[in-house]
């Protein structure tokens, strides 16, 4: 994943524990989960956040660089949405675009 370009630059947020987040640490390369646009639970997009050997902790906001494995159908939606939730059996997290990516 480390060749792999994002998509978008997103300001990510994941949830404190105490708050619905994870219980632990993502890995350190990258974490996958689908994302979810507000107001829409019924379909949802999987996604790698980029992590760059840095793994990311619950109560944690990082910019980071995000791919969709459904490429740039995906990547636009939450472009266009410009602020959308992570999932991963709940809602732990959520995420404010800030930039295209480095396409």
Same mark, same amino acid.
């Given at each position: 994943?480390?060749?792999?370009?994002?998509?978008?630059?997103?300001?990510?947020?994941?949830?404190?524990?105490?708050?619905?987040?994870?219980?632990?640490?993502?890995?350190?390369?990258?974490?996958?989960?689908?994302?979810?646009?507000?107001?829409? $639970?019924?379909?949802?997009?999987?996604?790698?956040?980029?992590?760059? $050997?840095?793994?990311?902790?619950?109560?944690?906001?990082?910019?980071?660089?995000?791919?969709?494995?459904s $490429?740039?159908?995906?990547?636009?939606?939450?472009?266009?949405?410009?602020?959308f939730?992570?999932?991963?059996?709940?809602i732990?997290?959520?995420?404010?675009?800030?930039?295209?990516?480095?396409?």
């Open positions: 994943m480390k060749d792999i370009r994002p998509q978008l630059i997103a300001d990510v947020t994941l949830y404190p524990t105490d708050r619905g987040g994870r219980r632990s640490p993502t890995a350190a390369d990258w974490f996958g989960c689908p994302c979810v646009l507000p107001g829409d $639970g019924r379909q949802m997009w999987d996604c790698r956040l980029l992590l760059a $050997g840095r793994p990311m902790v619950p109560g944690e906001t990082r910019r980071i660089g995000m791919v969709f494995l $490429g740039e159908l995906a990547a636009n939606k939450f472009r266009a949405a410009g602020k939730f992570l999932w991963d059996g709940r732990i997290g959520e995420a404010t675009t800030v930039a295209e990516g480095l396409q």
